[in-house]
């Protein structure tokens, strides 16, 4: 019960299992580091002071989406370059032409969202641009329009350039996504016609490009086809899941196996660990019970995960 609880509560708040390696996070901190240092080295040639500093802030955020999440929407050249342009420009307008009040910086913010989601550009460090614009003094407002090209537009330039050499020393690091698009006819089932019908009816902004999506269901469905558990498979206290998608979707504990006798068929006793029905009990026949059961699973910190002996046979 508390181990469920903690489970919601986590996902509440937005935790997600982690999927990287060690590697990547390491060379996500190390391409970062890099692109900084000349973004910081450059700032300072031309801005003294706490403004170099606040500008160096806002990158410091593109260079998280950047090496961090280089397949991501957000972090694509257009994204990085044209978010933090049109958001300084904004801002600098603002400045210029519109009264010192307080709510100008979050004008200037919200005003940024709308442009960059126009051109296509959205990028979060943008907002920050905007604010860092409005609130960065005297030294912007002489500055001007100027500001834009230097210090925003160079140094977002300098991020974007050094993501392209820093990720193109690792195969599996594509920035930008363009240079690795997904290999076209092996999606089965669904449509690239359907995807895009489905991402109208969200309505809602996704952070990921078209061919990774498309990449991603592939090896979904690569990996769907494994071998499905047997009779012979099931073993007391193994957990299996239906491989159904969205809440469909649950895991069941085997709690015990009546063996097939003459005449009657073997039963299986068990509780539903995760997903639909969760924390309910059942029994099933062993045919049903299989015909149920997709695969076998074990948990680990990062979530649910097919046993070894569940991949699929060589053909």
Known sequence: MRQRWLSRSLNFIGWRPDSTSHQEKLLSAVGAILSLMLVYW?????????????????????????????????????????????????GVACVLWLPAVPWVAALAVGG????MMYARCLHPPGGATAMIVVL???????????????????DA??????????????????????????????????????????????????????????????????????????????????FYSNGMPGSNWSVREVVQIVARRPGR??????????GLGEGGTGISRLSEFVRWARYAVEQDDT???????SEPSPD
């Open 303 to 309: 979530g649910w995960h097919r046993l070894r002996d």
């Open 157 to 238: 330039l300098v991020i974007v350039a050094t993501a392209i050499v820093f990720n193109s020393l690792f195969d599996w690091r594509r920035y930008p996504l363009a240079l690795a698009r997904a290999e076209p006819g092996k999606l089965t089932g669904i449509a690239p016609e359907d995807f895009h019908h489905a991402l109208r009816e969200m309505n809602s902004y996704v952070d990921i490009q078209f061919d990774d999506l498309l990449k991603l269901v592939e090896l979904a469905n690569s990996h769907a086809k494994s071998k499905r558990v047997a009779e012979e498979d099931l073993k007391v206290g193994g």
């Open 42 to 90: 450059i700032t300072h040639l031309g801005i003294a002071g706490d403004g170099a500093l606040w500008v160096t802030g806002s990158m410091g955020a593109s260079a998280v989406l950047v090496f961090a999440i280089p397949h991501g929407t957000l972090s694509q050249p257009w994204s990085v370059v044209g978010g933090q342009v049109i958001s300084a420009s904004f």
């Open 265 to 274: 068929p073997g039963r299986v006793r068990y509780r539903t660990i995760q």
């Open 112 to 115: 940024s969202i709308m442009l």
């Open 136 to 154: 960065g003094g005297p030294a912007v407002e002489q500055a001007g329009f100027n500001f834009v090209l230097y210090p925003i537009l160079l």
